[in-house]
């Protein structure tokens, strides 16, 4: 579920060697599932293990970790870097945002999954997302721009040079493009 490193590993040896015997880490995500989701580690005297919880055995300590945190907590990485800044404890959980779906999920799930792990990170520099609004039955994928992205000059190129090429690497054989909700074709939905 997580793997830590040998840097990191002596790191937190060193730390849990001042606290009361018995201490290990804790490995959580809050607002787990969310855009929002944070990761962190803190310190997990003994009493505080729950019955629920997950222990992972390391060097000299147990990483424990809560059972809402542990499905997204999967493929999590935790290193200790020393660079020209000094050192600093790093770590990457790629599925905090949004819990890892299987290959043979609901394309919904899995269309879902990517834009939540991969395409909002990319859009929240610029402080955008989007969403997937349905599948249409002829195969294309409806989006709907928020935040950073309403109003956006740039917004039908990322739709079509990044989003769309990301989603048909991924989805090819099951979607055949993707719509901006704001595109309206002619139809029973549309204005006149």
Do not use: W
Not at 8 to 17: G, I
Not at 82 to 98: C, E, F, R
Not at 105 to 118: C, F, G, T, W
Not at 175 to 189: F, L, M, N, P, Y
């Amino acid at each position: 579920m997580i793997s830590i490193s040998t840097e990191a590993q002596a790191h937190f040896s060193k730390l849990l060697a001042k606290q009361e015997s018995g201490t290990n880490i804790r490995v959580f995500v809050v607002n787990p599932g969310t855009s929002s989701a944070e990761c962190g580690v803190s310190y997990c005297p003994p009493d505080a293990v729950e019955p629920t919880d997950t222990r992972l055995p390391f060097d000299g300590f147990d990483a424990v970790v809560d059972e809402e945190s542990a499905p997204y907590l999967e493929e999590a990485e935790i290193d200790y870097v020393t660079d020209q800044m000094g050192s600093q404890l790093t770590l990457k959980a790629p599925n905090a945002k949004a819990r890892k779906v299987a290959d043979d999920a609901p394309l919904v799930e899995r269309i879902n999954y990517m834009i939540e792990s991969e395409i909002n990170p990319q859009l929240a520099s610029h402080g955008g997302q989007v969403m997937l609004v349905e599948v249409t039955e002829d195969g294309y994928a409806v989006l709907q721009f928020g935040g950073g992205c309403n109003g956006c000059s740039m917004v039908d190129v990322t739709l079509k040079e990044g989003i769309e090429k990301q989603m048909l690497e991924a989805f090819g054989g099951d979607i055949k493009g993707v719509r901006d909700a704001t595109e309206h074709q002619s139809g029973e939905h549309s204005y006149y």
